[in-house]
């Protein structure tokens, strides 16, 4: 699976949008971008993949690059709640084994 | 719906001791995962059963852990004996799916173990 680079850390100010980037540029063909977040104290918590298109759902929206080599999960109007880690992550499509590789992920602080 | 059930919580042993984890996943899901989450890092996986069957254990040091799921519903994970670098977060998490990218993982609150 490929690997993926992200920032250690970012801030956001609460209601406006957080833009937390991943670069991925060995992610083959059919490898999947998948974003999970994990709140202190808590489990990792799906959020949102993607291959090719553009994805959104009730949490975030994934914009992924025309070459694939990075991507960018927006959380419209970041909350306090949203202050978590945030790990992107390449899952090969056909993988017998779902194994998720979790990196070091962005810290994403929300401030008042 | 209910999530996924671990326990204990929090759990403090010596070293050299012996520990178990229990883990009872979301009703249906075929698929179980145990991870382990040192401070500051993120999950690894440890072991990934698909229904009672083990897919994946490369990661789990097996001189010390062992994990089994009976009837292919609720896990423990036991390391026996434990050393201090095991202190570490044990998340354990489960899907509906067979593996890939059907597979959401749905995580428990984690076990928090501490070796002294």
């Known amino acids: 699976d490929a690997k993926t680079t992200q920032p250690t850390s970012m801030d956001c100010a609460e209601g406006r949008a957080a833009n937390l980037p991943c670069n991925h540029s060995t992610i083959s063909g059919n490898e999947y971008v998948y974003w999970y977040r994990q709140i202190h104290s808590q489990g990792p918590q799906y959020i949102i993949h993607?291959?090719?298109n553009n994805e959104t759902n009730e949490m975030a929206s994934l914009i992924i690059t025309e070459d694939r080599k990075s991507s960018t999960l927006i959380l419209p109007h970041a909350t306090l709640r949203d202050t978590a880690v945030y790990y992107c992550i390449a899952l090969h499509g056909s993988s017998n084994t779902g194994k998720l590789i979790f990196g070091q992920g962005t810290t994403l602080q929300v401030k008042p | 719906e209910a999530g996924v059930a671990q326990s204990p919580r929090y759990k403090i042993i010596e070293k050299r001791q012996s520990v178990a984890f229990w883990c009872n996943p979301i009703s249906g899901h075929a698929t179980l995962y145990w991870y382990q989450q040192i401070l500051g890092q993120g999950p690894k996986l440890l072991i990934q059963f698909q229904n009672n069957g083990v897919v994946d254990d490369s990661q789990l040091p097996k001189d010390r852990f062992s994990a089994e799921r009976l009837k292919g519903v609720d896990s423990t994970l036991k390391i026996q004996p434990a050393k201090l670098e095991d202190s570490a977060v044990y998340l354990c998490?489960?899907?509906?799916?067979?593996?890939?990218?059907?597979?959401?993982?749905?995580f428990g609150p984690g076990t928090r173990l501490t070796v002294t």
């Open positions: 993607g291959l090719k």
């Open positions: 998490a489960s899907s509906l799916g067979a593996a890939g990218v059907s597979s959401e993982q749905y």
